[in-house]
Nanobody, 114 residues
Framework: QVQLVESGGGSVQPGGSLRLSCVAS????????MAWYRQAAENKRELVAA???????DYGDSVQGRFTISRDNAKNTIYLQMNSLESEDTAVYYC????????WGQGTQVTVSS
């Protein structure tokens, strides 16, 4: 069974940066297209950034130019570098496949506040 463990969240001021990590385990075949998602209170979960197995990336309009998704296939790890953070980025961040598997990790909380 695939397990996803996200880390790296925290509290920062507007304009600050964070780097999220997600370690995936439990697959004998590696991991294909992956993505970061986020869910703010009262909102639906939304896709933030995606990366193919070959490293092609795509971003949501609200994070384009500020966030960078990357992966280390040897470590089964997905990263999300988040710069110029805004209060609207406050959410719980999750990684998963793209499209997502049924099972989700616990996520990591990102809070942007002055």
């Amino acid at each position: 069974q695939v397990q996803l463990v996200e880390s790296g969240g925290g509290s920062v001021q507007p304009g600050g940066s964070l780097r999220l990590s997600c370690v995936a385990s439990g697959s004998n075949y590696g991991f294909g297209n992956m993505a970061w998602y986020r869910q703010a209170a009262e909102n639906k979960r939304e896709l933030v950034a995606a990366i193919t197995s070959g490293g092609l990336t795509d971003y949501g309009d609200s994070v384009q130019g500020r966030f960078t998704i990357s992966r280390d296939n040897a470590k089964n790890t997905i990263y999300l570098q988040m710069n110029s953070l805004e209060s609207e980025d406050t959410a719980v961040y999750y990684c998963n496949a793209d499209p997502p598997w049924q099972s989700w990790g616990q996520g990591t909380q990102v809070t942007v506040s002055s």
